[in-house]
């Protein structure tokens, strides 16, 4: 049976679809640019995508918790459990109200679906969104105080894939986190002191913080969203872990230093 992944070059999707393909399981990859194509915003795109398969891994772009991604999440499982793909499950963001949102509209689909939660990946350093920056030798982030539990995408990637292939995980939430609460001023510091060179953390406030986004690239709408999501998720509500990994995978969280071991860390 095929399992379809949307997001498949995402940090998470393609460690999925990794998985799976070692596993001996049929995986088709989607995006804009394959054939078939598929497009969140062009639902023209999706019965294509999604003939034949039994199961689907979904990875929303940009961002689960932006406006619209609940009508969209809603409106694609609908059309999968219509297409005979029941087997849903989603990757959100823990904390968000936006994405707990997607999540209601993906339960009310009839669709088979499992959850799986999580916040800042690890590999954020090294494959995201601080990756170019990290090698210039600083981490810039809105300023805040919480101290978050860095997960691997790898454990993300094995929490889903269990989801997607053993019994037992439908109508659950996996929230998925690392095994220690630190601040991103911490991380910086284990990150030098592991890379033996300064890395600098530059926290902003919020309009400066938007200005670095755009200069990056974002669109305005996004950067402007990135901004507003990371002020509300680095309130502290999500400082604490869970031992969602040693219960659905039977082993402990990689740390984030053992997630980052053979990355591409700045020499």
């Known amino acids: 049976m095929t399992t379809l992944i949307i997001g498949g070059a995402g940090k998470t999707g393609r460690r999925v679809a990794n998985r799976l393909r070692t596993a001996g399981h049929d995986v088709r990859l989607v995006s804009r640019r394959t054939t078939p194509r598929f497009d969140w915003y062009d639902d023209t795109t999706w019965e294509p995508a999604l003939a034949g398969a039994a199961s689907a891994y979904l990875a929303f772009q940009p961002d689960l918790a932006l406006p619209g991604a609940d009508e969209i999440i809603g409106a694609l499982a609908a059309t999968a459990v219509a297409a005979g793909c029941r087997r849903l499950v989603l990757l959100s963001g823990r904390g968000e109200e936006g994405a707990e949102r997607a999540e209601q509209a993906l339960a009310a689909s009839g669709a088979d679906w499992t959850v799986v939660r999580a916040a800042f990946f690890a590999q954020n350093f090294t494959e995201g969104m601080w990756a170019e920056e990290l090698v210039q030798g600083s981490v810039t982030m ?77 669109p305005a709408e996004e950067a402007r969203g990135m901004t507003a999501l990371f002020g509300d998720v680095l309130d502290g509500r999500n400082a604490y872990v869970t031992d969602t990994v040693r219960r659905v995978l039977g082993r402990e969280p990689r740390d984030l230093l053992d997630a980052l071991a053979g990355s591409a860390l700045p020499a």
Not at 147 to 163: C, L, N, S
Not at 207 to 218: I, K, P, R, S
Request: charged letters at 20%.
């Open 142 to 218: 809105l300023d805040h105080s919480a101290k978050e539990p860095f997960v691997d995408a790898g454990d993300v990637a094995d929490v889903a894939v269990a989801a997607l292939t053993t019994p037992g995980h439908a109508g659950l939430i996996h929230e998925v986190t690392g095994p220690r609460l630190l601040g991103f001023d911490e991380v910086v510091v284990e990150l030098s002191r592991t890379t033996g060179r300064p890395i600098a953390y530059r926290p902003l406030p919020a309009e400066a913080f938007t200005t670095v986004l755009l200069q990056a690239g974002l």
